[in-house]
């Protein structure tokens, strides 16, 4: 399993923008596909978004398309989540998740290594 370490939570404003980083130290991070998942208040974990180890092919949730960016640095070891035009319903503990080789799976279950989250909270 991969040590994956989330950072960029916070407060914002209906509106705002933030960006959520996921890194892999010293770990063969290269070889995996990435994904965000978020758990709002009394809600199940639901999928976010998702980027194959190229970074060629992404996916993401409905709810999100359009206002979320999931993009990846391998020189880095970082997988990145880049949320514009937040919403109220967009607040969430955000996790990030990590799958060897897998073809983009939106399930959690596809997913073997997991960070700790970090809240995103969003004011209306």
């Known amino acids: 399993q991969m040590r994956l370490v989330e950072s960029g939570g916070g407060l914002v404003q209906a509106g705002g923008s933030l960006r959520l980083s996921c890194a892999a130290p010293?770990?063969?991070?290269?070889?995996?596909?990435m994904a965000w998942f978020r758990q709002g208040p009394g809600k199940e974990r639901e999928f976010v978004a998702t980027?194959?180890?190229?970074?060629?092919?992404?996916a993401y949730a409905d709810s999100v398309k359009g206002r979320f960016t999931i993009s990846r640095d391998n020189t880095k070891n970082t997988v990145y989540l880049q949320m514009n035009g937040l919403k109220p319903e967009d607040t969430a503990v955000y996790y990030c998740?990590?799958?060897?080789?897998?073809?983009?799976?939106?399930?959690?279950?596809?997913?073997?290594?997991w960070g700790q989250g970090t809240q995103v909270t969003v004011s209306s």
């Open positions: 010293n770990q063969t991070f290269s070889t995996y596909t």
């Open positions: 980027i194959i180890w190229s970074g060629v092919n992404t």
């Open positions: 998740a990590a799958a060897y080789r897998a073809w983009a799976p939106r399930r959690a279950n596809a997913y073997e290594s």
